[in-house]
């Protein structure tokens, strides 16, 4: 398993934020990004980027944390496609999980594809479980899956 350096984002990363968000299936606006990293973002969400460890390294993934009382929504999780399966999204998942802990949040939940096997069985090895589907949730009309699972996440054995 590869281990990035796991920092909070701000604007001064907004041009790596946009490279890897363009790549999404679900991309995001730009303008919906510029204003959640505002200082003065009325917004609670928080960016945590992945990072290799080595001078000047480009952005290889990010996850966004939203908060809906006092559970925390895991809102995006994005890797660049070279850096997949080599654990980056793992480390970002647990790197929200420790700040929705840290928040004194008790649940994270989230919405995947139906289809992104991948993510499914990453956020089942958290824990995660499925609560139930929301039908034609994506602009395309592929369903959603709603999952969560309790804080601090633990790694299923």
Known sequence: MYLPEINFL????LPEILRLNASSECSWSEDVIRKDLQENSQNEVTYLGAFATVPEAPLLGYAVLG???RTGILMAVIV???YRRRGVGTQLLMAVGDCAT???MRRLRLRVRKSNAAAIAMY???SF???NVRRGYYSN???AIVMSSGLPLKIKK
Do not use: A, H
Not at 10 to 13: A, G, I, L, Q, R
């Open 67 to 69: 908060r809906e009382k």
């Open 102 to 104: 840290y928040l004194n």
């Open 129 to 131: 479980v499925g609560e």
């Open 141 to 143: 009309g592929e369903d």
């Open 124 to 126: 089942s090895k958290f």
């Open 10 to 13: 701000t604007v001064n990363n």
């Open 80 to 82: 660049d496609r070279i």
